[in-house]
């Protein structure tokens, strides 16, 4: 084969495969012009996807949503025709009525005519095609640079937080609880690999379990933990209420502190009250708490575990140290309740090992008591 001959080859191939192309494009043209109030509902299910960042289960979910409507237009077509023949070809029938009324300009009733069916199956197809297209993008498949899936994404992140937020915002879109009892954490963003849920909801037993809020500053990490607060507060009071579990108690440490704590703890409180609490006291300023109130055992094991201690030979200083917080705990008089009972009262002690109290007498007693 010649250089000319391998070069017209080229061309007619190249030709061919763009006639190919051009004609696939004029037929889906075509397919889509002839079904215009699918592609209408598709286009616009599929534009507001890219634009909300939306996943394509929640156009699946408004598809079926819109299912009633179209079981409505069955039942009349089916007590209309009689005929379930008849019943079949109706939206081919309607189809071509919404043609004709769209002839004379009468756009809204072409519409409504065509909506029982085009409604629901355009919104499926926009679904089929947005997740095609994340898809497509997602492994390289489509997109004109190398970069395009990091773009796609990042830009649609940007477009799902904007999203959450305004349903966030929205009244009522985002309650305390589910109507199973669940604590509403707030909106979602995004789910991988999970079924998307418009909100994010957990259940409130759950909440005894460790968890950890990170955020920058001024990125409402407060205000979510307060929402938590109360939203546990209320689940667990309702189970109470039916008998499902005990009375809610909620202890709350501000370890940050600060000169607005005491605001945030006004804020808390009036959240704690809105759910059903009926006592919310704030440390120190109306309710006290003190570790000396504990009993003398319960007290020793909580001043051990506040001391740092080693291991290996370190252990016997820590058998010693514990011997001798709970004789001063446990002491025959009592445990001591202020520093000047030290001086006023002293005792002596004699240990023989770890744990082991050999005598303890008090000489200041016995002092006085040998005096003349």
Known sequence: MSI??????????WLLRKAIKISGWLLVTAVAVAAWPLTIVAGSGFLAAWLRGWP???????????????????????????????????????????????????????????APVAVPAGLAIAGVLWAWRIYAISTGLAGVTASAPISFDARQWRRQA?????????????????????????????????????????????????????GSSGSGKTNLMMRLWAGWYAAAHTAHVRREGNRPLLVVLDCKGGPDARVKAGRTRRLLHGVGARRVA??????RLSLWDLPPRDLGVLLL?????????????????????????????????????????????MITGPGQLARSTRLRSREKAARP
């Open 4 to 13: 000319w001959s391998f070069l017209k080859l080229t061309a007619a191939l």
């Open 56 to 114: 394509p289960a929640r156009l699946w979910r408004a598809a079926a949503w819109c299912l009633p409507m179209t079981a409505v237009y069955a039942i009349g077509q089916a007590i209309r025709l009689h005929a379930w023949q008849a019943v079949a070809l109706a939206p081919v029938s309607d189809w071509g009525h919404a043609w004709r009324l769209l002839a004379a300009h009468s756009m809204l009733r072409a519409a409504l005519i065509a």
């Open 162 to 214: 904007r999203a959450a937020r305004g349903r966030a915002a929205a009244p009522g879109a985002v309650p305390l609880l589910t109507r199973g009892g669940q604590v509403v954490i707030g909106a979602t963003i995004r789910a991988v690999r999970h079924p998307w849920p418009p909100i994010l909801a957990v259940p409130y037993r759950s909440f005894g379990r460790h968890s950890v809020i990170i």
């Open 282 to 287: 704030i440390w120190p300023d109306e309710a």
């Open 305 to 349: 575990q506040m001391i740092e201690t080693g291991d290996g030979a370190a252990a016997y200083y820590t058998d010693l140290m514990q011997a001798v917080v709970n004789l001063a705990l446990a002491a025959p008089g009592g445990p001591l309740v202020r520093t000047a009972c030290f001086g006023s009262d002293p005792y002596f002690v």
